[in-house]
């Protein structure tokens, strides 16, 4: 049984630039959501997808923005790249929209240079 | 201030210590209550949760919550050397609203 998968592992990119990350939620999830987790830090809530759409939000700006697929598989691009954007970039699997038993993948950590 | 607030620590403790983790918070709306696990570059792992105040026990893990005060609590009984991780405390207002991380505490037991 597959778990939360992420790709890429690491990535190093440059202010102003644009990052996609992506996510394949765990085998029989249908719920992503977006966390960003900076060194030291607890994860800070982006957003959740379920059912293709952005269903709550946290307070991150309009330069993050995502997608969720119909295989339930989500992306988080970030535009306009910040040196304040530098961290873990954590997906985390569900059920049915429920926040609770989260299911985290690896990460993406993101560096900006 | 923070709605969620946890010690960083670094706490270090000997193996077969009884560790205790905290965090206090200030929203009374917060009706669900987690503990996560996380290892040196990997992703958060669900312990435990718990919804009432009062205590709930799996293995060697109990989770405590005390509603009237804001507090809840990780105790670790047996300490053992892999148990070294960061453990966040989560907390949600509901099954189905965001929830807030702590910062972690960074607990390291040694053999």
């Known amino acids: 049984d597959a778990g939360v998968t992420q790709s890429p592992t690491h990535l190093i990119k440059t202010r102003g630039q644009q990052v996609t990350l992506r996510c394949s939620p765990k085998?029989?999830?249908?719920?992503v959501s977006w966390y960003q987790q900076a060194l030291g830090q607890g994860p800070q809530f982006i957003f959740q997808y379920y059912e293709e759409e952005e269903r709550q939000r946290g307070n991150f700006p309009d330069r993050f923005s995502g997608h969720q697929f119909p295989n339930y598989s989500s992306e988080l691009n970030v535009n306009a790249l910040l040196l304040g954007d530098s961290a873990l970039y954590l997906c985390?699997?569900?059920?049915?929209?429920?926040?609770?038993?989260?299911?985290f993948g690896p990460g993406t950590r993101l560096t900006v240079t | 201030q923070k709605e969620v607030e946890q010690d960083p620590g670094p706490l270090s403790v000997p193996e077969g210590a009884i560790v205790s983790l905290n965090c206090t918070y200030s929203n009374s709306a917060f009706q669900y209550f987690m503990w996560y696990r996380q290892y040196s570059r990997k992703g958060p792992e669900l312990l435990m949760y718990t919804y009432s105040s009062g205590n709930k026990e799996d293995g060697r893990f109990t989770a405590q919550v005390d509603k009237s005060s804001k507090y809840i609590s990780l105790f670790i009984r047996d300490s053992q050397p892999s148990d070294s991780a960061t453990y966040l405390c989560?907390?949600?207002?509901?099954?189905?609203?965001?929830?807030?991380f702590g910062t972690g505490t960074k607990l390291q037991v040694i053999p």
């Open positions: 085998s029989g999830h249908d719920t």
């Open positions: 989560a907390l949600s207002s509901g099954g189905y609203q965001k929830v807030t």
């Open positions: 985390a699997s569900t059920v049915s929209g429920v926040q609770l038993e989260q299911y």
